[in-house]
RNA sequence: GCGAGCGUAGCUCAGCCUGGUAGAGCGUCACCUUGCCAAGGUGAAUGUCGAGGGUUCGAAUCCCUUCGCUCGCUCCA
């Protein structure tokens, strides 16, 4: 359970958030509305740095990975090829005594003598009801328990004088279908599915119902063949994009960090199956080595990129500022995997709300899921549509030729074998997976084969809010009159900081130097997100700066004007985190300045 | 959705028990002052007391409903 003092630490981070402008609840007037959330002035330049180097390292410095942009509505059978429709939910029921809810897969079996009744009426106003109920108790108890739970169900709904109708009892072994805290029967399974729904065209009924995207990663997989024809690109190759999704969350929690509307950063990297490496390199290198694994090489297999992909990740959230001590890592277990997922890997941030174990340890809150999805994926498009989702790939085909045909069968039968087993999992009749999985292995014999997909699925929101209580430091300081105040700074790392600079006049009733500090801020303004104040005391000044995690100050003072002449034109750089000066020319102020906030 | 707690100025909170003119500190803004870390002075703005209904001569205060936030169950990027 999070410590009572760390959640003091997230009322005072909401509470900043607000009072800077990072993030306010959406809807606030309006007495807000649970689990959307916007975001002010310094939390939106915030949330565009941080979009903007994913999608710079993800996308534009690599030659691998090219951009989608992906509309939030889409084709309603995209989410039943995905899943969403038919898993993305899960059945619930309620007790029909206390409403209380449960899932339908976790409720104990119950075992005992169940009561029913077809109904009740009510003696006095000859009302009556024929709503059936039922209760469950221990065999060997009075009936009257099962009677009294009954009367409660008939009299919540407003019969006065309960006389219970068509008592029948029955013996019952393992039941799920009663509450078992209080033996009242339970509602029927009811899917709950997290997809939030609207309606496409004016006319509200059911086959104009669409879904607004749980996660944008399903369009990539929808425009797999587009991008792949009209990129020029080849397998291995990746699709990034950025983009709201929607969940309609049981409960949303923890400030933004589980809302019901939420950006994701996605990227689907397609590899080839390891039986193609192993036909074109010989061997496939699945090695584990610990770290980063190095420029990617052709015979890497899909765990040495799935390895890759993490450690890459990784390396993104050191460089703004997550050092590795803030984060944690979650391997997948078997059974937590998704039955097509080979494995998963989920980078934590160790957030204020975080649980710790009995030891003590916080293991931290996910940000990030990179996961290894296999073919499925496209396998279910391929499927779904009945549009071909495979390349052709002439390496592949060249290299098939030269195999041995020991080699070539070995490949064969372990293709055939994935792709069988992934056919009849799906629910493919023995006869129709067979045919289709031998299609599929003399495919991959000619070139042919379904991507597979290492998948990088990073949440923008929880990043945010990593960044934001990272960031978050509290400093007390006692002056020479003994007064104690405590102060915030916000430690973001340059790259990320809203306000990449301030510019300050020492003081503002001095006409000269405010100019100068006027026009050091045009030339600023330029290059970066700069903020020119000249209102208060400078301390006051640099301790606003500092709430807002503004990395630099720039002050114009006397000697910028020429008191000394050798330090004309030259101005302090203050460093927020250390209140550290330093002096400039100001010619050299935005190479300076750039270096370090890009 | 269920259970528990909370909702009063931009922020943190007092007032509620025991109904009777809406408060404090900080912040914000203006002017003065200020030669480097929330200095000082003067002045100002800001609340349908989360919303709706009820009880009452009178409700921030008592009652009901509702919305939101926090915590637990649950879910996940």
Redesign the pocket.
Known sequence: ??DPKE?VL???L???C??RGFIF?SS?I????????DYGPLGTELKRNVKELWWNSMTRQRDDVVGLDATIIMAPAIWKASGHVDTFS?PMC?CLL????F?AD?IEPQSGVAYHYTGAKDKASASALEEPFAALIPSGTHPSYARQLATRFYSNRGLQNVELLGERSEAIENSTRFNPENGALLTEPRPFN?MLQTYVGPIQSAENIAYLRP?TAQAIFAQFKNVHETARQKIPFGIAQIGK?F?N????????????E?E?MELEFFIKPDEAIEAISGSVNDATVSGHPGDPQPNWGWKMWHQYWVAERVRFYEGIGLSLDTLGFHVQTAEELAHYARATT?ILFKFP?S?KDAAGNVAG?????I?ARSDFDLSQHERFSGKSMGVFDEELRTAWGKLTAEKQIALSKRYYDARLNYLLKSGESADKAAKEAKDDAEGLAKGQYIPHVIEP???V??LILALLANAFTEIT?T?EKGKT????VMKFHPRVAPIKVAVLP?????PELVAKARAVFQVLRGEMLAFYD???????R???Q??AGTPF?V??????LG?VPELKDT??I??RDD???ERLAISELPGWLLARVR
């Open positions: 359970m999070a959640n997230m009322e005072k909401v509470s900043l607000k009072r609840q606030e309006y007495g807000g509305i649970n689990g959307f959330w899960d309620d206390t409403q209380k809810r899932r976790q997290l996660e999704a969940r969350e049981v409960t949303p929690r923890n400030f933004t960090f589980r809302s019901r939420f994701q989920d709300f649980k809150d996910e940000l990030e899921g996961a699925s990073a949440g929101d929880r300081e002056d105040e405590t102060r915030v020492l003081l503002k009733n001095k000249d209102g208060g005391s400078i301390g006051r640099y301790a606003r500092d709430e100050c002050t114009i003072d006397f000697e910028t008191e101005v302090t203050r460093h209140a550290r000066q």
